[in-house]
């Protein structure tokens, strides 16, 4: 069974930083791509960052420059560094694993696997 166990959350203030984790297990860890997705307060679904199984990474215009994912394939761990957070960057966060295949790693619809968030909420 896929388990995927998000922490780091919190309350920052605006220009802050927090780190968020994921643990991985019930699946080979190095075989899938894997993502950050989020989910705002009255928003829909919305895709983060990935890192594929070989470590490319991809992020959403909107953390460019701010966010930072990272894997750990010995560990089977998954990392988002937020740096500059913004009161828009609040959200539930979710760790998430791709279905495999070609489906676009940007897609939220790509992903069959996320755990159970970890809440990020970013007010002075």
């Known amino acids: 069974e896929v388990q995927l166990v998000e922490s780091g959350g919190g309350l920052v203030q605006p220009g802050g930083s927090l780190r968020l984790s994921c643990a991985a297990s019930?699946?080979?860890?190095?075989?899938?791509?894997l993502a950050w997705l989020r989910q705002g307060p009255g928003k829909g679904l919305e895709w983060v960052a990935s890192?594929?199984?070989?470590?490319?990474?991809a992020y959403a215009d909107s953390v460019k420059g701010r966010f930072t994912i990272s894997r750990d394939n010995a560990k089977g761990t998954l990392a988002l560094q937020l740096n500059s957070l913004k009161t828009e960057d609040t959200a539930m966060y979710y760790c998430?694993?791709?279905?495999?295949?070609?489906?676009?790693?940007?897609?939220?619809?790509?992903?069959?696997?996320r755990g159970q968030g970890t809440q990020v909420t970013v007010s002075s």
């Open positions: 890192i594929t199984a070989g470590g490319s990474t």
């Open positions: 998430a694993k791709h279905r495999g295949g070609a489906m676009d790693f940007r897609d939220t619809g790509a992903y069959n696997s």
């Open positions: 019930g699946f080979t860890f190095t075989y899938y791509h």
